[in-house]
């Protein structure tokens, strides 16, 4: 079994297992990357390949994919609202 990182979403901090998905990550520290704009009902993960924008975060002031995004110790993850 590997170290864990330290990852932190939204200011909070999370461990992981390197190697996993940012979006895998995400899913289950939050159950759900943002909320939709007209009913604010929750959305997850669409495709988990790389294709849509549906988990589109910030990682390090970058625009990232969570699906397709490994975790790394130390970074800073910004999930809209």
Known sequence: MSAQVT???NGE???AEPGTSLASLIH???GAF???PRLAEPR???CGMGVCF???VTVDGQPARA???PVRE???VEVQP
Do not use: Q, Y
Request: charged fraction near 20%; proline fraction near 0%; aromatic fraction near 8%.
């Open 7 to 9: 990852v932190r979403i």
């Open 13 to 15: 901090a999370f461990a």
């Open 28 to 30: 289950s520290a939050r």
């Open 34 to 36: 943002r909320r939709s």
């Open 44 to 46: 997850g993960l669409f």
């Open 54 to 56: 549906e988990c589109l």
């Open 67 to 69: 699906c397709i995004t």
């Open 74 to 76: 130390g970074m800073s």
